[in-house]
Nanobody, 124 residues
Framework: VQLQASGGGLVQAGDSLRLSCAAS??????MGWFRQAPGKEREFVAAFNWSGGGTSYSDFSKGRFTISRDNAKNTMYLQMNSLKPEDTAAYYC????????????????????WGQGTQVTVSS
């Protein structure tokens, strides 16, 4: 499975941005977004099981970010609203061939495939 992330950029605080992640090379059971700021560990943003069966958000993304998918395009999206400077990070999309238990969607270790990061920079 190959993942191609796009949509990052430089925005101002309060702006919105939508990230995309196109999957190819096989079917996926679950997909998600993680992010990593300089000097920090990679952290969970949001994830879902592709054919239903659960969506999970981190505390900081809940209410501001929305994860979605386009089945026809095999593409996952992350709509980010009300962006803050602390949202500045490289955002990575991840996938797994099989469904993931809802309680484990936030665990980066269960995702077997990763795309390259797309940089999001939020200025104050």
């Amino acid at each position: 499975v190959q993942l191609q992330a796009s949509g990052g950029g430089l925005v101002q605080a309060g702006d919105s941005l939508r990230l995309s992640c196109a999957a190819s090379g096989g079917s996926v059971g679950a997909m998600g977004w993680f992010r990593q700021a300089p000097g920090k560990e990679r952290e969970f943003v949001a994830a879902f099981n592709w054919s239903g069966g659960g969506t999970s958000y981190s505390d900081f993304s809940k209410g501001r970010f929305t994860i979605s998918r386009d089945n026809a395009k095999n593409t996952m999206y992350l709509q980010m609203n009300s962006l803050k400077p602390e949202d500045t990070a490289a955002y990575y999309c991840a996938a797994n061939r099989n469904r993931i238990a809802v309680g484990s969607l936030g665990n980066l270790r269960v995702f077997g495939y990763w795309g390259q990061g797309t940089q999001v920079t939020v200025s104050s």
